[in-house]
């Protein structure tokens, strides 16, 4: 799943996701004090432009220069608050510490054994800052298999709540029904959420 793989999935349609923002995230992060924020694998904006517009100074990263080209173009009304970068976080980590919110809706992260990549998204909660991870309950992700990916090759927010260490503090860790229906065509019915605190 590469820059090429996703330009062209995000050329095969005009929008491909719905432009709401998720679900997860308003109840989640609607109570957080505005500050910096990261937006992991924004696609075509509808997360950060939501951010934004809550007075967020927003990073927004993704692999696709055509998600982030819409993105652009549908938050041009907070283009001062949202800094649309193209590239890889697995590749390379984000700033450490430089965030008060490091937000990642469904972004398959691939499992490492020295969990490098997901060691560098961690690292960029500032102290007292949020991570909000959010995945597809497994169990919804079983016609993935017959298309030749393996769900469980990607971290899942529960397992993530078990690598973290002793200066956080995990305020949400369970499966819930999704706020909103799935794209058409998928089957995700259940969200998996991760919500913790870095402490200091």
Known sequence: MDAHYWDE???SREQLFSGEPNGVLVAEAAD???GRA???GCGEGADAIWLARRGWQV??????AVALERAAAAGADVSD???WTCGDLTATPP????FDLVAAHYFPLPRQHDHAALRGLLDAVAPGGTLLYTGHDLADLGHLRAEGVDPTAF?????IAGL???DWDVAVDETRPRAAPGPVGTHHTHDTVLRARRLG
Request: no cysteine; aromatic share 6%; net charge neutral.
């Open 155 to 159: 971290y899942q927010p529960a397992e």
């Open 81 to 83: 608050r949202v800094t």
């Open 9 to 11: 999935r995000y050329r």
């Open 164 to 166: 973290l260490e002793g």
């Open 59 to 64: 990073t927004a990263v993704d692999l696709s």
């Open 95 to 98: 700033p450490k510490h430089a």
């Open 32 to 34: 957080l004090s505005p």
């Open 38 to 40: 990261l937006d992991v």
